[in-house]
């Protein structure tokens, strides 16, 4: 076949069905009438079985018409509803009757005026809209037929000799033909194995229904045979185009559903990058303010926040370019280390970092907030994309200064097991008990909370693409948060190591040894100094 339908829309299984449909009807009123159906007889009850069936696949396509809006399909329906409920009609009038027409060659003229309908009708589909409701419009027209057929066939005198029944039969068919071909020949986005079996099977019922009127030997057998045909033809034909559309249509919800999946992930991204963009700026505005407006600063703080300025400023300009989450971006993050290079899960170029290096220039933009915050160099490296593990970081220190204003924030890096693991934990009034884990989920946030509920969600997003973990660990008091990432070389001989490979908390000790370990302490000015 040169154009099959895609798997899984029509089978023979399909096929069998609707044979059976058609058959099943017609074998039981020749199985229980008293006495067996003449060939007549049976034929003006196969015009009744497949007459509903006609009908019933006007709807079908009426269906397919109202969800493609293709014009094609609209008059298609159409034509399909003239015919079925005008065969309806007139296999009524038969079966009520003597089960014969008694005007066949004037139920000739009427079946051309719906082959001439259904002619127009199928020429008008190439570039006239369907103005009309297709299947009430049909139905109208099918059943004032029918009502003509009733009138005719009572009280019409026997039509001249000079009307020759079989040449108006052949008309009818070649008008039926033309139909067809049309609808065959239609370029539309109709599949052609379906228009193909209904415009054939149009064809074969309109050849059979002409069979039943003409006096020509073996015409009634062959009417009963292309009748059935015709119905099974044009059955297949309109349910698996609704298959078809069907398919198209989910298809398109799925492509629909992707689009708005990627739409919401780029606004994701977007809000991430705002986020982390408004902290930085903050920390920056805070720090060249302090550069500006102090006089007294020492020259060791101004270094420092000097530093941070520059460290701060390329992060950002990295963020506004789109490669501070692509680590591939022209020159490489400061903080990294030569000759440890790696992929890290996300596709990325992840180096040994220097923790010491990245977490500097975020006391410092904090300390010039106002904030307190302990932290000692540990010589500690981990291995990932420094921009990711800053901005990680620098969301958990931004969500500490929040949330809670006043409390002392604690940072501490530290091996545990061949891992590396950063703990940032404040004083503070902690997460809420009904929030938890779920801290991490885009847009949950705690009842008090003004933020936008999504600067853990990309932490931990940001964590997990350098193919580390981000957990809240239980406190007695504050918040504690474990950035667990994958261990780097060496930089330095003061470690402070964890007991155990889990991401854990830093211990109370570990934590309270920072106050006696050289720190970052506050200038009454904003200042701070190294003690020793």
């Known amino acids: 076949m040169r154009n099959p339908l895609p798997p899984g829309i029509w089978g023979w299984p399909a096929t069998a069905l609707v044979l059976l449909v058609t058959a099943a009807p017609q074998l039981f009123f020749q199985l229980t009438a008293p006495d067996a159906l003449a060939v007549n007889q049976a034929t003006t009850v196969a015009q009744v079985v497949v007459a509903s069936l006609c009908a019933a696949s006007a709807v079908v396509v009426y269906f397919q018409y109202r969800v493609s809006r293709l014009q094609v399909l609209a008059w298609t329906s159409l034509g399909m509803a003239i015919y079925g409920t005008e065969s309806i009609g007139v296999a009524m009038i038969q079966l009520s009757g003597s089960g014969e027409i008694l005007q066949p060659v004037w139920t000739l003229m009427l079946n051309l005026d719906i082959a001439i309908a259904v002619a127009v009708a199928a020429y008008l589909s190439r570039s006239r809209t369907c103005r009309v409701d297709p299947l009430a419009t049909g139905t109208l027209i099918g059943l004032t037929v029918a009502f003509l057929h009733s009138l005719i066939d009572t009280t019409s005198p026997a039509p001249p000799e000079w009307l020759p029944a079989v040449g108006i039969g052949a008309l009818t068919i070649a008008l039926w033909t033309f139909s067809a071909a049309t609808l065959v020949r239609s370029t539309s986005p109709v599949h052609p194995w379906v228009t193909h079996r209904i415009g054939v099977g149009f064809v074969a019922l309109a050849t059979g229904r002409v069979a039943g009127l003409v006096d020509v030997p073996g015409a009634t057998a062959t009417a009963l045979v292309l009748t059935n045909l015709g119905g099974i033809l044009v059955v297949c034909g309109s349910l698996a185009g609704l298959r078809l559309e069907i398919q198209r249509h989910e298809e398109w919800l799925e492509s629909l559903g992707s689009q708005l999946a990627r739409l919401e992930e780029d606004q994701m991204d977007q809000r991430s990058r705002l986020h982390e963009i408004t902290n930085t700026v903050a920390g920056i505005a805070c720090a060249s303010n302090l550069i500006r407006s102090s006089d ?237």
């Open 296 to 532: 007294d600063l020492s020259e060791q703080y101004r270094s420092r926040l000097e530093e941070m300025l520059d460290r701060e400023s390329a992060r950002l300009a990295r963020i506004l370019a789109g490669t501070a989450d692509e680590g591939a971006a022209p020159g490489a993050p400061d903080g990294t280390l030569d000759g440890s290079d790696s992929a890290d899960q996300g596709g990325r170029t992840a180096t040994a970092v220097d923790l010491d290096t990245l977490i500097r220039p975020l006391v410092s933009a904090q300390q010039a907030l106002g904030r307190e915050i302990r932290w000692k160099p540990s010589g500690v490296s981990a291995t990932g994309d420094a921009d990711a593990i800053t901005e990680a970081l620098n969301i958990l220190l931004d969500n500490s200064r929040k949330h809670a204003p006043g409390a002392t924030t604690t940072v501490l890096a530290r091996e545990v097991a061949g891992s590396t693991e950063v703990v940032v934990s404040d004083d503070g009034p902690g997460i809420a008990p009904e929030i938890g884990e779920r801290s991490f989920t885009w847009g949950e946030r705690g009842p008090s909370s003004k933020g936008q509920g999504i600067g853990l969600n990309v932490a931990r997003t940001r964590v997990e693409r350098c193919g580390g973990s981000l957990e809240v660990a239980p406190a007695e008091v504050g918040a504690t948060f474990v950035v667990r990432l994958l261990g780097g070389s060496d930089t330095g001989p003061d470690r402070v190591r964890g007991t155990n490979g889990r991401a854990s908390r830093g211990t109370r000790g570990e934590l309270d040894q920072l106050t006696d370990l050289p720190e970052l302490a506050l200038h009454q000015a904003g200042t701070f100094e190294e003690a020793s």
